[in-house]
């Protein structure tokens, strides 16, 4: 079911070249389903990353709330991975992350995905409003307007 | 963020009692959030080898073709935890589960997520209508029809 | 490469049955390597709990130094997994574990393994001692003599 | 527990520049045990890679026999990894390589670690001596002679 579409670097904020372990293929012969959601991670350590230089990813001041993923292609473990990510929306007390993975010759679709994080304090045990710093280097980061939209 | 509700087993079709591994855990502390779709999965392993006991997960029918999930509360390597999963609806080509985890002793919702299978035939990497004889399997295991809402 | 012996549950302290995840197949068809060493810790984690049943394995004054495993033949995900470990020797700052995982039905060898832990205090990042107290409550739980061999 | 040598690039045939994924961390807060394994099969499939460009690990002939690992340091997520593997000798029908994990910045060694591989006939289950092309171009890739050491 590949998308006729080519995805570009252009449409991400950060893309990142991933080569797949052995180890994350399964017995059906390709990657296991589970792993592209650690690829959607692996893609917001490498945001994260390029957006404060000296951030620790054990303390991002967020929880992942929602996943939401479509399977497009099977991608096999010879194959380079493309992970694209780029902020969708900021609300009051949560974020979304929008995300594709592409095969790198071909261009083929393998995932598309959204995340929705919500902003925490770990100590505390409970969500917090977005910080008001954060949101401003998001928005710089992105270059764009990140308000939600009233219709979702 | 616990639901008010206490999940209960007669609401799903198979519930597997699942002790974490260490290895599930991240530096947050808590399980990792891709290791609960790998929990989706040992669910569906489960789930099939009730319907088939003859069945060889490898062999499986069907691809998956989206998960979508909600991480309601973290849960802890010494928490024991349930998985609820049930058939949700069968369509023309394809089917789909919900799922629930729960912590065992305070029935504390830590997961809710369904998925959406393909009938799918490996060797000639195609999509397949619905086999009759696993949609009568699917429906006498479930005991209740299983018919796709029109509105969903 | 089976073992002619038949590895028998009085040969381990701790012996504990493990049904394995799709997600430990690789796509040479059966269990990866990588994760039997993941059994070990499960194997671990197991004795310990049974050890002292108030014990949080995130809080284990131990660190992992060393394992040796020997892969005796390949498990299947259908096939049910019999973990067997026993403390082998204690030290005056170490101690080893000893392990054999077989599949249920035929008593086939799959894994022979030892791993070697050092005592350890997290918070000050350095080895200790054996506490007193740990080695004696070893003893009791292994019910006989681990004073390690003079020439191993 | 770092060693007082610092490793060098020149000691290995093939080195590889990792960066952990956070999923590779457990919740001691540090890179889980098990993952060193996965990491010295990523060395060895960018070794298979580099020997030959048209091969495709899943088809590789042989089967991992044996792993000794000795886990020197703990190692963080934020930390790049240089994963170092080079031959150590090749026997009648098993070969062996030697690795080792070092952080990139410091030279801190991580783990050392040796594997046994034995030459397979995966369709035939059964182990094979080993073939003569692949004896010529493993020879000939480390540029060394490879015979086992009579005294091991």
Redesign the interface.
Known sequence: MPAARRPTQAEYTVVHELVP???D??????I????Y??YL??AR?IYWARLDRRA???RVPF?????????RS?AL??EVLMLGIRLDWIGTKSFAFVYEIWEKTSGRTVVEATTVQVCYD?EAKRTLPMPGPLRKALESFEGRDLARPVFP
Chains 1, 2, 3, 4 share one sequence.
């Open positions: 372990r052995f180890r293929t399964d017995a059906m012969g390709h296991n389903n589970a792993v959601i650690t991670e692996v350590q620790d990813y054990r929880i992942l709330a929602n996943v939401a993923c479509d399977f099977e473990v010879n770990y």
